[in-house]
Nanobody
Framework: QVQLVESGGGLVQPGGSLRLSCAAS????????MGWYRQAPGKQRELVAT???????NYADSVKGRFTISRDNAKNMVYLQMNSLKPDDTAVYYC?????????WGLGTQVTVSS
C-alpha cells in the first residue's frame, strides 16, 4: 500500500492553468497505473488521465489537448498540468495508483474554475 497526497488545487478563471501534484509515500515500482480522477458535485467519479509504468498515457476525451499527466520517479511524484480550464472542469481531483485489482487513493484537491 502507498499513501498519496494531492496538492495544487485552487480557484482559477476560465482559460487559466493549474498544475496538480501527487506525492507518493514511497517509491512505486513494478507494473502499475497512476491516474487522476475527478468528481463534480452530484456526479460520479470519472477518469481524467492515466500513466502506466511503461509510459503509456490515456486521457478522457473532455481533456485531450488541454491536460498532461507526467511523473518524476526520482521524487515519487505524479503531476497533472491543466491548461485552458473550463467551468466544467470544476471538481475534486483524486490521485490513484492501481496495481492489479488494488487501488490506492488520495483524499483529493478541489479545483474551481470560475470568473
Amino acid at each position: 500500500q502507498v499513501q498519496l497526497v494531492e496538492s495544487g488545487g485552487g480557484l482559477v478563471q476560465p482559460g487559466g492553468s493549474l498544475r496538480l501534484s501527487c506525492a507518493a509515500s514511497r517509491r512505486i515500482i513494478g507494473f502499475y497505473v497512476m491516474g487522476w480522477y475527478r468528481q463534480a458535485p452530484g456526479k460520479q467519479r470519472e477518469l481524467v488521465a492515466t500513466l502506466t509504468s511503461s509510459g503509456t498515457t490515456n486521457y478522457a476525451d473532455s481533456v485531450k489537448g488541454r491536460f498532461t499527466i507526467s511523473r518524476d520517479n526520482a521524487k515519487n511524484m505524479v503531476y497533472l498540468q491543466m491548461n485552458s480550464l473550463k467551468p466544467d472542469d470544476t471538481a475534486v481531483y483524486y490521485c490513484n495508483r492501481r496495481v492489479g485489482v488494488h487501488d490506492d487513493w488520495g483524499l483529493g484537491t478541489q479545483v474551481t474554475v470560475s470568473s
